[in-house]
């Protein structure tokens, strides 16, 4: 399913969510992600400050849909963006690290796989990644999953 699809199916239940909506892979593991945001595990995600602005990216706002897709670019669901914020990586809490639903959810593999991440991304845009580079914290949930098929 397309994310233009699976949108114009979520508009049939909910009208107001209007016509803006962001559709999106996560960058490492797309596929298994997706799945941990279907399962319920994973209500949570993270990302480079920097390279917002880099791209001329506007922030994620609370009150805001995503379509979360899978590597292949299909529609998976709609998530609902609940809460943003911004925060130096060192200061990413335990709770936030739990909520994205990660390996064994420890904020010490939180912080192992993100700096794994983001390091290669901040040297190809030029920037330095380090432990007070700002990082945008979201929490999320699902508001339409993609019904089940045989």
Not at 10 to 34: C, H, I, S
Not at 122 to 145: D, H, M, R, T
Request: with cysteine; glycine share 8%.
């Amino acid at each position: 399913m397309t994310p233009e699809q699976l949108w114009k199916e979520y508009k049939t239940v909910n009208p107001q969510a209007g016509d803006d909506y962001e559709a999106w892979a996560f960058g490492v593991l797309p596929d298994e992600l997706a799945q941990l945001v279907l399962d319920g595990t994973k209500t949570a995600t993270a990302s480079g400050y920097d390279l917002y602005a880099l791209d001329n990216d506007p922030l994620p706002e609370a009150g805001s849909y995503d379509v979360v897709l899978d590597g292949q670019g299909n529609a998976v669901c709609v998530i609902k963006v609940i809460k943003v914020y911004v925060t130096p990586f060192d200061e990413v809490t335990a709770e936030h690290a739990y909520k994205e639903g990660e390996g064994d959810r420890s904020l010490a593999y939180w912080r192992q796989v993100h700096e794994d991440f983001f390091k290669p991304y901040y040297k190809e845009a030029g920037l330095v990644f380090n432990g007070q580079s700002n990082i945008v914290c979201e929490e999320f949930e699902v508001v339409y999953p993609v019904p089940y098929q045989e």
